[in-house]
């Protein structure tokens, strides 16, 4: 595995590596596909010619924004999400991993309450719904446009990075 964080010509770096991921959910929890990004990248000695760590901001058409931070070089940082509204917002830590064994967290007005979440290992819940889906019983969690929007959103994010300038996603570059 060490390609990835070594070899540039084969797609090795944070951002193709765990972007995608972070686009898969922000486009699912959304429902919108990001706009324009801008972000920043850096090789702080455990990649060998590819970034290793990335921060970046997404616009959605809606005007919601999203921060993302993927890094091979913060081991005990762990995993989480945060979503912010007006009403209220939900903490969730240790949940984005195969193995989900964190919690999930809402926080209101009213307080703060334990939200029960599924820990079903992830990896196998993707693979029955795939085999599923071949079989003609219900589509797989990601299908291929889905792996293709999430990757225009990778490559905007690496060009920002790489640019120093915002970029409007070319959603038709990674086809």
Known sequence: MRWRIDNPGAGGGVIPDITVHDADVARFLLGEDPAVVVAQMCASGLGQGVEDSAMSVWTMPSGAMVQSHESFTHPFAGSGLELHGTEGSIFAR??????????????????????????????????????????????????????????????????????????????????
């Open 94 to 175: 240790g949940v984005m991993t195969q193995a989900p064994v964190g919690e999930v967290t809402l926080v209101t007005a009213a307080g703060t309450e334990a939200v029960p979440f599924p820990t079903d290992d992830l990896y196998l819940t993707g693979i029955r719904a795939f085999v599923a889906a071949t079989q003609g019983q219900g589509r797989p969690a990601a299908t291929g446009p889905d792996g293709i929007a999430s990757l225009a959103v990778a490559l905007a994010v690496r060009r920002a990075a790489e640019t120093g300038q915002r970029q409007t996603v070319d959603y038709g570059a990674a086809a």
